[in-house]
């Protein structure tokens, strides 16, 4: 079945630096791809939309300097976090679809999940 | 159910009995819903969908009902086993943005042997 591979699985980084974390979809082709992020015990909320070729697009009140977010080809989106805090310490998960068109079925893949812990 | 603070509302059963999950939710113009569940440290894994035009749908073990006049959403396991331990989301396709998620609180569900 479809794939949708995150890497890395679990980050550290320290306070001030940017970590990347990508979102690949293994064996078909997305020109959207989804980034969430998830507190614990709390749900996943939408923070942009990628989109191939062309500008994210970000969620009310994510701010899109410090969450960049670069999809260069049609299986791969990358997040950056840049100038990480602690308060940026979050499981964050993609998620991409290889049809342009909804049909009934599971057409929605997500990513396994990278945690990222800022110290 | 409805969560309080940063708790997630749990659902204990004991194994084998059936295990409802209730979901409300916001846009009366939604017409795709999926179910999720998430295990510790992991993604959402998809269970079952259903589209506004039905108002059942059943696959294994599970079975999703939607009531569109109250705008709810449930998630029905039979014969619940250990292995269905996890969270469960249900999500609502944002209207005019395919593959745009809006996710439910989450449910804990807690399967006792």
């Given at each position: 079945g479809?794939v949708?591979s995150?890497h890395p699985s679990?980050?550290i980084?320290?306070?001030?630096?940017s970590?990347?974390?990508?979102?690949r979809?293994?064996?078909?082709q997305?020109?959207t791809?989804?980034w969430?992020?998830q507190f614990?015990?709390q749900s996943?909320?939408?923070m942009?939309?990628?989109?191939?070729g062309?500008?994210a697009?970000?969620e009310q009140g994510?701010?899109?300097?410090?969450?960049?977010i670069?999809?260069?080809s049609?299986?791969?989106?990358?997040?950056?976090?840049t100038s990480?805090?602690p308060?940026d310490?979050?499981f964050?998960?993609?998620?991409?679809?290889?049809?342009?068109n909804?049909?009934?079925?599971?057409?929605?893949?997500?990513?396994?999940g990278?945690?990222l812990?800022?110290? | 159910?409805?969560?309080?603070g940063?708790?997630?509302p749990?659902l204990?059963?004991?194994?084998?009995?059936?295990?409802i999950?209730?979901?409300a939710?916001?846009?009366?113009?939604?017409?795709?819903?999926?179910w999720?569940?998430?295990e510790?440290?992991?993604g959402?894994?998809f269970?079952i969908?259903?589209r506004?035009n039905?108002?059942?749908?059943?696959?294994?073990?599970?079975?999703?009902?939607?009531?569109?006049?109250?705008k709810?959403?449930?998630?029905q396991i039979?014969?619940?086993?250990?292995?269905?331990?996890?969270v469960?989301f249900?999500a609502e396709?944002?209207?005019?943005?395919?593959g745009?998620?809006i996710f439910?609180?989450?449910t804990?569900?807690?399967?006792?042997p």
């Amino acid at each position: 079945g479809a794939v949708v591979s995150q890497h890395p699985s679990w980050v550290i980084c320290k306070s001030g630096t940017s970590v990347k974390i990508e979102c690949r979809s293994l064996d078909f082709q997305a020109t959207t791809m989804f980034w969430y992020r998830q507190f614990p015990k709390q749900s996943l909320m939408l923070m942009a939309t990628s989109n191939e070729g062309s500008k994210a697009t970000y969620e009310q009140g994510v701010e899109k300097d410090k969450f960049l977010i670069n999809h260069a080809s049609l299986t791969l989106s990358t997040l950056t976090v840049t100038s990480a805090h602690p308060e940026d310490s979050s499981f964050y998960i993609c998620s991409a679809s290889p049809e342009p068109n909804w049909s009934s079925g599971n057409t929605i893949y997500f990513g396994e999940g990278s945690w990222l812990t800022v110290v | 159910g409805e969560s309080v603070g940063l708790h997630l509302p749990t659902l204990s059963v004991q194994e084998g009995d059936n295990s409802i999950i209730n979901c409300a939710y916001s846009n009366s113009a939604s017409d795709y819903f999926i179910w999720y569940k998430q295990e510790s440290g992991k993604g959402p894994q998809f269970i079952i969908d259903i589209r506004s035009n039905m108002d059942k749908r059943q696959g294994q073990r599970v079975t999703v009902l939607l009531n569109k006049t109250v705008k709810h959403l449930s998630l029905q396991i039979a014969a619940t086993q250990p292995g269905d331990s996890a969270v469960y989301f249900c999500a609502e396709e944002n209207p005019g943005s395919q593959g745009n998620l809006i996710f439910g609180k989450g449910t804990k569900l807690s399967v006792k042997p």
